[in-house]
């Protein structure tokens, strides 16, 4: 089950955006049906699942590594109150490098013009910096996720709705392009995807140039899968420009509950996160009816090969 959180918790009491990202106790495990019930998704194994909050913890996670362990860092759909009060209305799935965790946010006004990613940095006591980026012509204003390349350097994330490109900007704190908050966070390429995708809620590097994504598309746009875990590969390793990227959709992602789906609100596929020491893959979906208050985190390993 994800490793508790509670060590990163007593540590970000500093500020209270820390203290509302980080869960306060360990998820709940989740009933697991036997091993050969476990749900294949392309060459991801299922090896079982936990119950977070849907309040605190349904947006996304991230593995982080600070005081000599490894802990979950949750989003959810409470907001820090400073973030809050600078417009900002929703956090997506954060992600983790270079001893930074770095979490998109999108603009709560009505016609807005920019999007924020937050960077704490784990060894400073998790001080956070807000680094602003002004929408381009034709940019949308979500910002669903946050992915950084596995050399550090680069940060990928994503707008919603129906998209052929996710968008690259420099990795704040990391990158000398972006080491300054006071400065705009330029955009600098794109991932060009050959295939159109559909709400992507969020994407992790698996390798230097394969990404896998969970998506909320109800409607199959790639492949006719509903719900699909997505993999994307890149012609090359992100290097701040344009990049091509092959899209497969790998299945649907599992939907399990007690409740009916049959009814509002739906499953609701959120983000994910990929431990490289560990080699595993974890997925949140929000559970339908009366279980909306429940997320299902379910993890994965990859079968030999699958992660190259």
């Known amino acids: 089950m994800p490793r508790h959180t509670a060590p990163l918790a007593a540590a970000a009491t500093a500020t209270a955006a820390a203290a509302l990202t980080l869960a306060l106790a360990a998820p709940a495990t989740a009933a697991t049906p036997s091993k050969a019930a476990l749900p294949t998704v392309g060459p991801w194994q299922a090896t079982g ?25 949750y989003t959810g759909n409470v907001v820090a ?28 006004t009505a016609s807005p013009t920019s999007k924020m990613f937050r960077v704490y940095d784990t060894a400073n006591g998790f001080r956070s910096s807000d ?68 709400d992507v809620q969020g994407c992790v590097f698996t390798t230097a140039t394969r990404l896998v994504c969970s998506s909320d598309d109800g409607y199959g746009t790639v492949d006719g899968v509903v719900r699909p ?11 701040g420009q344009d990049v091509a990227g092959h899209v497969t959709a790998l299945g649907p992602l599992p939907m399990e509950s007690a409740c009916k789906a049959d009814g509002q609100p739906a499953f609701e596929t959120e983000g994910l996160d990929y ?20 997320t299902t985190v379910w993890e994965f390993k990859a079968v030999p090969q699958a992660v190259r």
């Open 275 to 294: 431990d490289t020491a560990t080699g595993v893959l974890r997925v949140e979906v929000v559970q339908p009816g009366l279980c909306i208050p429940l």
């Open 81 to 108: 109150p400073d973030a809050q009060l600078k417009g900002w209305n929703h956090v997506g799935d954060p992600d983790f490098s270079s001893g930074y965790v770095v979490e998109p946010y999108q603009s709560g």
């Open 131 to 198: 680094f602003v980026h002004k929408l381009v012509p034709g940019e949308a204003m979500n910002n669903s996720f946050a992915a950084v390349s596995r050399d550090g350097q680069w940060l990928v994330s994503g707008e919603w709705g129906v998209q052929n490109r996710l968008l690259i900007t420099p990795m704040p704190k990391v990158n000398k392009a972006a080491d300054d908050p006071a400065n705009d966070l330029p955009l600098t390429g794109r991932v060009v995807l050959d295939k159109p995708v559909r």
């Open 49 to 73: 699942s936990s119950l977070v909050s849907s309040l605190f913890q349904n947006q996304g996670l991230a593995t982080v590594r600070a005081f000599g362990g490894d802990h979950l860092w």
């Open 229 to 239: 875990l997505l993999q994307i590969d890149l012609a090359n390793a992100p290097d």
